[in-house]
């Protein structure tokens, strides 16, 4: 099949390379030149396992393309998927829609045909029954056939082709970091129709043919539904995860260890233990920005009440960065003035190097705001993380990041940090040294584990102190 995908982000550019290399033919499309330059020649501009292989092999197969041009997509295809950003609003708790307006302001009027587009960006409810009044008030009408009208004259300016346009909302599920096994093979695909017996359905088939034929799930629906999974998954596993992070609360002072309680529980088949991880809590451009949009959007529709509590998610969510800043502080007696904090982490989550509300970042930023001298290592979002905050200092290593810290605060959960040797980590930071003059006194180094990824024995064996969120 022919396709367009609008936005070249974390989403549409996995969903255009992911479609390619389903067999079809993609057009992928940008505002943003940069971008489209970078993705032309063959480079991936974010960090996605996978996706810089498949991307690669699909433009050398020529199945793959992208532009800035939005004549040549409307030429291109009859089919467009839309997967251009929906953040926070400034200012506000909904959510932007402006990206996704502007998709339909710029490319209804150059269509002729018959085209669908299916949306794929996290919109409010009701967002795709006004895309299509939107699109139908951009069509091209038929020319007109008025009685003094000379069909046969020769037209140079071609008047244009009558078009329709459905819109159906087809969210997507992808993980950052999973981004193109999510897409290739879902867990299910959701599609929000206008009417029963919509073409889209007909459409969604061809395009996802190999994943139905693997006996995913598909679920068809009208648009509003559509639009309320998607944010009712998002909403779902925020809340699981603050769930387990307000315990964690509990834990702290009753002296519980939250990790062998998630463990326990999640062995009930009804709660299930993923998403279970207690810790610094969620980030990222999906989950805080989406269930803010979602309260929000209840609210306009007079059903304020019903969410309310995804305003106690939030602030759970919230406390735990706060707490992580606190323990350092407690570990260092009392003040992080002149100290030596460093930070492991600075992605929202491992295999990723979007800092886009990123706990890691939110926590090595407010430790320098309190006066520690903060180093931050990621292995892949240390460029994304200086953009935000250039006064912090960004190593080349983890060696060089772990000398001289007084704490080391573990954010994010790579790989890296999880299998690091603390004996290894002890030298590193300079402990295991014979004390300098004056640094007799010098308490026990410490390590926080923001993510509950280490083992605490071995740390602590190795001669650390060992701090936890969610432990007493
Ligand atoms: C999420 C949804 O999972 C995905 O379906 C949707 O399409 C987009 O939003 P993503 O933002 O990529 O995906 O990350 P996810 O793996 O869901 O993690 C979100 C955040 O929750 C991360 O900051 C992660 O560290 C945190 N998290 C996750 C926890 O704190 N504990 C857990 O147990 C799991």
């Known amino acids: 099949m022919q396709m367009t995908v609008f936005g070249t982000g974390y989403l549409g550019a996995t969903h255009a390379a992911c479609?390619?290399?389903?067999?079809?033919?993609?057009?992928g499309v940008d505002v943003d030149e940069a971008k489209i330059a970078s993705l032309t020649k063959g480079e991936v501009p974010f960090f996605e396992p996978g996706l810089q292989d498949i991307l690669t092999r699909n433009i050398q197969a020529g199945r793959l393309r992208f532009t800035t041009d939005y004549r040549e997509a409307a030429e291109f295809a009859n089919v467009h998927f839309i997967g251009v950003g929906t953040p926070q609003k400034k200012g506000s708790n909904a959510a932007d829609t402006r990206y996704v307006k502007a998709v339909i302001d710029d490319l209804v009027p150059l269509l002729s045909g018959d085209h669908l587009i299916l949306g794929?960006?996290?919109?409010?409810v009701g967002t795709a029954a006004s895309l299509q009044k939107r699109a139908k008030k951009l069509l091209r009408t038929?020319?007109?056939?008025?009685?003094?009208?000379?069909?046969?004259a020769e037209n140079t300016d071609s008047p244009a082709a009558p078009a329709t346009v459905e819109i159906a909302w087809n969210p997507e599920f992808l993980r950052e970091g999973h981004a193109v096994e999510d897409t290739l093979r879902p867990d299910r695909i959701v599609l929000g129709?206008?009417?029963?017996?919509?073409?889209?359905?007909?459409?969604?088939?061809?395009?996802?043919?190999?994943?139905?034929?693997?006996?995913?799930?598909?679920?068809?629906?009208?648009?509003?539904?559509?639009?309320?999974?998607?944010?009712?998954?998002?909403?779902?596993?925020?809340?699981?995860i603050s769930f387990i992070n307000a315990v964690s609360e509990v834990c702290e002072i009753a002296g519980g260890d939250v990790t062998a309680l998630a463990d326990a529980i999640g062995y009930d088949e009804r709660i299930g233990r993923k998403f279970l991880g207690a810790g610094l809590g969620f980030g990222g451009g999906c989950l805080p920005k989406d269930i803010r949009a979602f309260m929000a959007r209840a609210g306009e529709l007079g059903a304020d009440q019903a969410l309310t509590f995804l305003r106690?998610?939030?602030?759970i969510n919230m406390r735990r960065r706060e707490k992580m800043v606190e323990l350092a502080r407690r570990v260092l007696g009392g003040s992080l003035i002149g100290s030596n904090v460093t930070v492991l982490g600075a992605a929202f989550k491992p295999?990723?190097?979007?800092?886009?509300?990123?706990?890691?970042?939110?926590?090595?930023g407010s430790l320098s705001l309190a006066g520690a001298n903060v180093t931050v290592y990621d292995?892949?979002?240390?460029?994304?993380?200086?953009?935000?905050?250039?006064?912090?200092?960004?190593?080349?290593?983890?060696?060089?990041?772990?000398?001289?810290?007084?704490?080391?605060?573990?954010?994010?959960?790579?790989?890296?940090?999880?299998?690091?040797?603390p004996a290894r980590a002890l030298e590193l930071i300079g402990a295991a040294a014979p004390a300098e003059e004056g640094q007799q006194?010098?308490?026990?180094?410490?390590?926080?584990?923001?993510?509950?990824?280490?083992?605490?024995?071995?740390?602590?064996?190795?001669g650390w102190r060992y701090l936890a969120l969610g432990v007493g």
């Open 19 to 27: 479609m390619a290399e389903l067999g079809h033919n993609v057009l």
């Open 120 to 124: 794929k960006s996290t919109v409010p």
């Open 142 to 152: 038929p020319p007109n056939r008025a009685p003094h009208h000379d069909e046969t």
């Open 193 to 240: 129709v206008r009417a029963k017996n919509s073409r889209a359905e007909e459409v969604a088939r061809e395009v996802y043919a190999s994943a139905l034929a693997e006996g995913t799930p598909f679920l068809v629906m009208d648009r509003p539904t559509a639009e309320l999974v998607k944010v009712s998954a998002n909403a779902f596993l925020a809340t699981k």
């Open 312 to 315: 106690e998610v939030d602030a």
């Open 351 to 364: 295999d990723s190097d979007d800092v886009r509300d990123s706990p890691a970042l939110s926590v090595a």
């Open 379 to 421: 292995p892949k979002a240390m460029e994304n993380a200086k953009k935000i905050f250039p006064t912090l200092n960004y190593p080349n290593s983890l060696e060089e990041a772990l000398r001289g810290a007084d704490v080391v605060a573990v954010a994010t959960e790579w790989k890296e940090f999880r299998e690091l040797d």
């Open 441 to 462: 006194d010098r308490p026990a180094p410490a390590v926080i584990d923001g993510r509950n990824c280490l083992d605490r024995a071995t740390w602590e064996a190795a």
